[in-house]
């Protein structure tokens, strides 16, 4: 990016100090939660953690290559901006300030032209982006203006190219494929995961978030391109291992993802030990009808010293999405150390 910051005075305000009760009656504050991801499955954690806390950070992948995201990486050599802007929205805050500007954001332009498919709120990011030459400024300056309930930084503050290792269906000798999209949709099971470059810059504000918090979330999502590509970024994932906070998963509803296809939930933990083998777990969220039959869930949880938490948190016994509600409750109970035993029915949806 070439544009300088601007001329006039373009500052957030100043919130101040909030004061701090004493005595008997004080309040211990929210805990504070950094979520890692990207897409619709860290929209669906931040939408759910967001009932529990507003001490709230997502920390988000940069290495989309497609639709309107791809199109402006290309043509302006910019963080792809997609997911930043899907993390930004869900944010929002609830009054009818938040609605509206997180409907603006997500709104996609329908011309013929070259407008089409391009979402205002990526439009938007990339303008600031260029007026301030500041990633994490212009996203800052984003979040303000939609009320978000926490903040929104990228993983790097480079735009990155994910790659893996794939084995064909029947076996055989395993090929590399390149991007985010084509690695999403390939024919074959994911072993690893890179990025290119190799050891990509972290941005400095996410592993400050992530060493400073009481918790940090990983998933749901696209596992091996949403996910994992965090531990890939070295000073991110030795933040990670070192943080003082606990390490929560969330795994997804289905499997039936191309990138994830037949892949049991034991196997998702296994895929995240294989990347990140110095890292702790402390929970696992899993919705019951992951199970299978439940012992190697159940094994695996306990090699990693995680406590399992089952909860049904789909919207619906058919739904392969989360339920905001659902998962706000299971990630309460998951933060306060309650486990499987605990009651796993809701009402039916």
Excluded: K, Y
């Excluded at 893996?164 to 994911?190: F, S």
């Excluded at 979330?217 to 070295?234: A, D, E, I, N, Q």
């Excluded at 892949?263 to 083998?277: D, N, T, V, Y």
């Amino acid at each position: 990016m070439t544009a300088g910051p601007p001329t006039g005075a373009l500052h957030l305000p100043s919130l101040g100090a909030l004061p701090v009760p004493t005595g008997a009656a004080a309040v211990p504050p929210p805990p504070s939660v950094v979520a890692l991801g990207g897409g619709h499955g860290l929209s669906a954690s931040l939408q759910a953690l967001r009932h529990l806390t507003d001490r709230l950070t997502a920390v988000v992948t940069v290495a989309d290559d497609g639709g309107s995201s791809g199109r402006l990486r290309e043509e302006l050599g910019v963080l792809p901006p997609g997911d930043l802007r899907m993390a930004l929205a869900a944010l929002c805050d609830d009054a009818d300030w938040g609605r509206t500007w997180r409907d603006v954001v997500q709104h996609r332009f329908g011309s013929d032209g070259d407008l089409r498919g391009h979402a205002v709120g990526n439009l938007l990011i990339v303008a600031l982006w260029e007026l301030l030459d500041d990633v994490v400024g212009g996203l800052d300056w984003v979040a303000h203006l939609l009320g978000a309930r926490g903040r929104v930084l990228p993983m790097s503050l480079v735009p990155l190219v994910v790659e893996g290792d794939v084995t064909p269906p029947g076996g055989g000798p395993a090929h590399v494929v390149r991007g985010q999209v084509a690695l999403a949709t390939a024919d074959g099971r994911i072993d690893e995961v890179r990025l290119d470059p190799a050891e990509p810059p972290a941005c400095p504000e996410a592993v400050e978030a992530v060493l400073e918090a009481d918790w940090v979330v990983m998933g749901p999502g696209s596992w091996f391109t949403s996910v994992m590509p965090h531990l890939r970024v070295p000073a991110l994932a030795r933040a990670l291992v070192e943080t003082r906070a606990r390490r929560c998963v969330v795994l997804n509803l289905t499997s039936s993802q191309a990138e994830t296809a037949g892949l049991s939930a034991a196997e998702h933990l296994h895929a995240l030990a294989r990347h990140a083998p110095d890292l702790r777990v402390d929970a696992v969220v899993a919705d019951p009808r992951v199970m299978g039959d439940g012992s190697a869930l159940t094994t695996t949880c306990d090699d990693l010293g995680a406590q399992l938490v089952l909860r049904r948190v789909a919207r619906s016994r058919r739904s392969a999405e989360h339920d905001p509600l659902r998962l706000a409750a299971a990630f309460r109970d998951a933060f306060e150390g309650r486990d499987e035993g605990a009651a796993v029915a809701t009402p039916r949806a």
